[in-house]
């Protein structure tokens, strides 16, 4: 890639990162934004995506177990079904002319999710029945590792919407099963001898850096709606980009 594009991207991943990173997110979804957008070919989208995705779930994890918001109970059912349906999922290949409009709607659902999504005050909350996180989470990890998308983008909503988990217990739950389903993923696709782009090194070092500077900022409560809206544009003019290009 050209240095002149290459500059504008390191910084859009930088940003996302940053953005991301506020709310626990790895930013699958948003990175796939940014290659869309720098109109990078979709064969690259999923296992640069799960790379980044490592970094900054990393980070996220991190920061938010050491503020102790991690529960386990709510966590594992979904991570044991969603870790080897990951894997599959990376290890399969879709043709552009499938890959381009699935990641597209991906992408616009994600918006508007994202759009969405409130802050919940304090609420009484119950985690799921055990049965209900494993399918869950066998469908979020194949969708995972199929698309590059990290599947945290879906089980934060979900979590949320149905009172599962806190919004702080739900950023952290998010974080990992990111993270885990990242690496299943990015392992899957390795596996299907698929090459990481040349140019990915630089675009951790944006994410790395902005992962960082993203959970500090987030640990000192800036405006998750905001944030939210801004990511919500970001994505849905990737998004139509895929569908209408």
Same mark, same amino acid.
């Given at each position: ?5 290459? $500059?504008?991207?390191? +910084?859009?991943?930088?940003?996302? #990162?940053?953005?991301?990173?506020c ?7 948003? *990175?796939?934004?940014?290659? =869309?957008?720098?109109?990078? =070919? ?9 790379? !980044?995705?490592?970094?900054?779930a990393?980070?996220?994890? +991190?920061?938010? =177990?050491?503020? &102790?918001? /991690? ?30 409009? !699935?990641?597209?709607? !991906? ?8 759009? !969405? ?14 049965p209900?996180?494993?399918?869950? &989470?066998?469908?979020? &990890? ?5 698309? &590059? ?12 919407? /149905? ?13 990992? +099963? ?11 696709? @390795?596996?299907? %001898?698929? =090459? $990481?782009?040349? *140019? #990915?090194? /630089?675009?951790a ?12 900022l ?14 919500? %544009?970001? @994505? ?8 209408? %290009?």
């Open positions: 890639m050209i240095l002149e594009l290459l $500059i504008p991207m390191l +910084f859009c991943t930088l940003l996302v #990162a940053v953005l991301y990173s709310v626990g997110h790895g930013g699958a979804s948003g *990175y796939i934004a940014v290659l =869309a957008l720098f109109s990078v =070919a979709p064969e690259v989208f999923k296992p640069t995506a799960l790379t !980044l995705n490592l970094l900054v990393g980070i996220a994890t +991190f920061s938010f =177990a050491r503020a &102790g918001h /991690f529960s386990w109970r709510l966590f594992w059912p979904f991570a044991a079904t969603s870790i080897p349906f990951s894997f599959l999922g990376g290890y399969l290949t879709l043709p552009s002319h499938i890959y381009r409009p !699935l990641v597209g709607v !991906l992408l616009l659902l994600s918006a508007s999710r994202l759009l !969405l999504q409130k802050n919940q005050a304090s609420a009484r909350t119950t985690p799921p029945s055990t209900t996180a494993l399918v869950i &989470g066998a469908v979020l &990890g194949l969708l995972s590792g199929l698309t &590059g998308v990290g599947g945290g983008i879906f089980l934060s909503p979900l979590l949320l919407l /149905f009172k599962w988990g806190e919004a702080r217990e739900v950023s952290a739950v998010a974080a990992l +099963f990111i993270l885990v389903n990242s690496c299943a993923g990015l392992l899957g696709h @390795l596996s299907g %001898v698929q =090459a $990481i782009p040349s *140019y #990915a090194p /630089f675009m070092g944006s994410a790395l850096l902005g992962g960082v500077v993203g959970s500090l987030g640990s000192r409560h800036l405006p998750v709606p905001t944030i939210m809206r801004v990511l919500s %544009v970001v @994505l849905a003019i990737a998004g139509f980009k895929l569908l209408l %290009v």
